[in-house]
T-cell receptor
Framework: KQEVTQIPAALSVPEGENLVLNCSFTDSAIYNLQWFRQDPGKGLTSLLL?????REQTSGRLNASLDKSSGRSTLYIAASQPGDSATYLC???????????FGSGTRLLVRP | DTGVSQNPRHKITKRGQNVTFRCDPISEHNRLYWYRQTLGQGPEFLTY????????KSRLLSDRFSAERPKGSFSTLEIQRTEQGDSAMYLCASSLVDSLGGYTFGSGTRLTVV
């Protein structure tokens, strides 16, 4: 059974810091992995999607990597801003299924 | 196309009442998914459709829950005889068959059972 874990559960950093959010999964037979952002009481906004054949994806100040062999993905946020404050969720889709398995998220607070 | 649309945004209901939520996916997406999210947790899969066919249901989806996707377009999720434990955010997502473009989620429906 695939399990997705996100560490840390919460993170508070001063504005301008570079930071890394971690996501680990137990089953390496992953089809793709997607990072989402969720603001309080809102739905999910897709940030980056990494296919199993890819190592990383970049969008602006965000960079996500995927290492299937170690069962890990990281989301790197450069030069953090208060507007980055939100919960970040990673979700994996397995080769044998169409559903996403989510981690519990990392709550990020960027202090001005 | 403005993305995945969910209605209503919020629903407060008394225990024992029935509620129905609607999801309008991105028009060219033939897969539609329902997820449930409780406070502090990641979303959990409930069910998914490919066109009008419901292909998988989670064990979380008790017999009080039913989902439909007539004509393969919009979908409805109905909860009968609501219980306080049903209070959650109900999220809908859609994707293309190959999911190469990933999933697109709606803004969700927040259900509160009092």
């Amino acid at each position: 059974k695939q399990e997705v874990t996100q560490i840390p559960a919460a993170l508070s950093v001063p504005e301008g810091e570079n930071l890394v959010l971690n996501c680990s999964f137990t089953d390496s037979a992953i089809y793709n992995l997607q990072w989402f952002r969720q603001d309080p009481g809102k739905g999910l906004t897709s940030l980056l999607l990494i296919q199993s054949s890819q190592r990383e994806q970049t969008s602006g100040r965000l960079n996500a990597s995927l290492d299937k062999s170690s069962g890990r993905s990281t989301l790197y946020i450069a030069a953090s801003q208060p507007g980055d404050s939100a919960t970040y969720l990673c979700a994996g889709r397995m080769d044998s299924s169409y559903k996403l398995i989510f981690g519990s998220g990392t709550r990020l607070l960027v202090r001005p | 196309d403005t993305g995945v649309s969910q209605n209503p945004r919020h629903k407060i209901t008394k225990r024992g009442q029935n509620v129905t939520f609607r999801c309008d996916p991105i028009s060219e997406h033939n897969r539609l998914y329902w997820y449930r999210q409780t406070l502090g947790q990641g979303p959990e899969f409930l069910t998914y459709f490919q066109n009008e066919a419901q292909l998988e249901k989670s064990r979380l989806l008790s017999d009080r829950f039913s989902a439909e996707r007539p004509k393969g377009s919009f979908s409805t999720l109905e909860i009968q005889r609501t219980e306080q434990g049903d209070s959650a955010m109900y999220l809908c997502a859609s994707s293309l068959v190959d999911s190469l473009g990933g999933y697109t989620f709606g803004s969700g429906t927040r259900l509160t059972v009092v």
